[in-house]
């Protein structure tokens, strides 16, 4: 499901903006911290990090509403 929007992924999202904004890593490196903030798997993070960084203005959109 990569590439697209999955809108029940939103919380996720939400927390991958806050690594963006934190400044902490480079976002191609975010999902380790993605999987250790919301107790997932790397595998899933990587998952989730992939639609984001796809869909990034999309998703920006998304949360604004």
Do not use: F
Not at 20 to 39: H, T
Not at 40 to 53: D, F, M, N, Q, R
């Amino acid at each position: 499901m990569a590439n697209q929007i999955n809108k029940e992924h939103i919380n996720y999202y939400k927390t991958l903006e806050a690594i963006r904004r934190s400044g902490v890593c480079n976002m191609w490196g975010a999902a380790p911290y993605l999987a250790d903030m919301e107790n997932i798997s790397e595998e899933k993070a990587e998952e989730v990090l992939l639609e984001w960084i796809t869909n990034y203005n999309e998703i920006q959109k998304l949360m604004e509403d």
